[in-house]
């Protein structure tokens, strides 16, 4: 099994010049970053959790949620374990009492859970030495601009603007 090193997750960004939203890890002990990209739906979905808007109606992530709570089980973790041809992998692992179960899922999804549950979130070495990159000048001022210009990006968002995968 792979190392696992905590990070915290920062939150979602706006890629410029294409607009594309990434969510933003960081190495805990370490200064590396780590960006996923990821779907607007997600990255809204993300965004919602970690500023504690809720929404009139569960969304999915808010469903997945509350069935864990009501089958009585817990995330236990997410981990974020591998990079193959420029796609993200992660495990969510869940527990019920004695059981342990684990489950291959887009990270984005993961993550918008764990934003939710305030579960902990993992990265192996491997992960963080292939796509951790080093940011100099992450401070509050940039942060708040990001926040701005992602809410603009949300503000214009028609869900038509997205396709489906169907795989």
């Known amino acids: 099994m792979s190392e696992r090193v905590p990070v915290d997750l920062v939150g979602v960004r706006i890629q410029l010049p294409s607009n594309q939203p990434i969510v933003l890890l960081r190495e805990r002990s370490g200064t590396r970053y780590l960006p996923i990209w990821i779907g607007a739906v997600e990255a809204t979905a993300i965004a919602y959790a970690l500023e504690g808007v809720e929404s009139p109606r569960p969304t999915t992530h808010d469903l997945l949620k509350m069935v864990t709570d009501a089958l009585g089980s817990q995330v236990e973790r997410v981990v974020v374990t591998s990079l193959r041809d ?7 692992d869940l527990v019920r009492g004695p059981d342990h179960v684990t489950l291959s899922v887009r990270p984005s999804d993961a993550l918008a859970l764990a934003a939710r549950t305030g579960s902990p979130i993992f990265a192996t070495v491997e992960v963080l030495d292939d796509a951790g990159i080093e940011l100099e000048g992450e401070d509050e001022e940039l942060t708040e601009d990001e ?14 603007d997205f396709e489906v995968p169907t795989s």
């Open 86 to 92: 420029s796609v993200f992998y992660a495990d969510l």
């Open 147 to 160: 926040i701005d210009r992602f809410r603009e990006f949300l503000d214009d968002i028609d869900p038509g």
